[in-house]
């Protein structure tokens, strides 16, 4: 760029020492016709390096253009990675209060197993209490059973005159009164029908 610079410059002033010559110069065609030469490359050159350099300018010109280019194009990925990044964050925080609620389903699981374990522990203790309570229950009703016969048989012999009068009359123990002998009957008669409802209605709540 220099260079035609330079020549550009050096035109100029051959053009001008020409212009100034003296007509008597003219003579000499043969430096004359050289001078025309050296001009004529001189523009030539000149009109080159301008062209070099509206050439420059314009690569100048499409290298600031692909510069700004560039620039936007990073802005925008820029704001790109922190949309994603922004949005990972979310994700990571949606993913952490999902775990936190997962665990804490799992312990509640976990006491829930637990205290359906302890409540069929004290079911099982419980069925076991039941069934002793049932069968002291069953041992007394045999017993009042037994004490119930007894004491119809030993009734219907009171009532036989035949055969008790002896008995009542030998044995003091046994001379008590009719009346009394058969409120006790009734009352061992009363005691044993409320034992049996009470065994019925259990076994049929199982």
């Given at each position: 760029?220099k260079?035609g610079?330079m020549a550009a410059?050096?035109?100029?002033?051959?053009?001008?020492?020409?212009?100034a010559?003296?007509?008597e110069a003219?003579?000499?065609?043969?430096?004359?016709?050289?001078l025309?030469?050296l001009?004529?490359?001189?523009?030539g050159e000149?009109?080159?390096?301008q062209?070099?350099?509206?050439?420059l300018?314009?690569?100048?010109?499409?290298?600031?253009?692909?510069k700004?280019?560039a620039q936007?194009?990073?802005?925008?990925?820029?704001?790109?990675?922190?949309?994603?990044?922004?949005?990972?964050g979310d994700?990571?925080?949606?993913l952490?209060?999902?775990?936190?609620?997962?665990?804490?389903?799992?312990?509640k699981h976990?006491?829930?197993?637990q205290t359906?374990?302890?409540l069929?522990?004290?079911?099982?203790?419980?069925?076991?209490?039941?069934?002793?309570?049932e069968?002291?229950?069953?041992?007394?009703?045999?017993?009042?059973?037994?004490?119930?016969?007894a004491?119809?048989?030993?009734?219907?012999?009171?009532q036989?005159?035949?055969?008790?009068?002896?008995l009542v009359?030998d044995?003091?123990?046994?001379?008590?009164?009719?009346v009394?002998?058969?409120?006790l009957?009734?009352?061992?008669q009363d005691k044993?029908d409320a034992e049996?409802?009470n065994?019925?209605?259990?076994?049929s709540?199982?």
């Amino acid at each position: 760029m220099k260079t035609g610079l330079m020549a550009a410059i050096l035109a100029t002033t051959v053009v001008g020492a020409v212009q100034a010559a003296p007509r008597e110069a003219k003579g000499d065609s043969a430096a004359v016709l050289k001078l025309q030469a050296l001009v004529k490359s001189l523009t030539g050159e000149r009109d080159a390096a301008q062209a070099d350099a509206a050439k420059l300018s314009q690569e100048i010109d499409r290298l600031k253009k692909e510069k700004l280019a560039a620039q936007a194009a990073k802005d925008e990925l820029s704001g790109a990675l922190a949309a994603q990044r922004s949005a990972a964050g979310d994700v990571k925080q949606r993913l952490d209060r999902s775990q936190a609620a997962l665990q804490d389903w799992q312990d509640k699981h976990r006491q829930l197993s637990q205290t359906q374990a302890d409540l069929t522990k004290q079911l099982n203790v419980s069925r076991g209490k039941q069934r002793d309570v049932e069968q002291h229950l069953q041992e007394c009703a045999r017993r009042n059973v037994k004490l119930y016969q007894a004491a119809s048989e030993l009734l219907e012999r009171y009532q036989n005159r035949g055969t008790l009068t002896a008995l009542v009359g030998d044995e003091p123990l046994l001379q008590f009164d009719k009346v009394e002998m058969e409120s006790l009957v009734q009352d061992y008669q009363d005691k044993f029908d409320a034992e049996k409802l009470n065994s019925d209605e259990s076994q049929s709540g199982r």
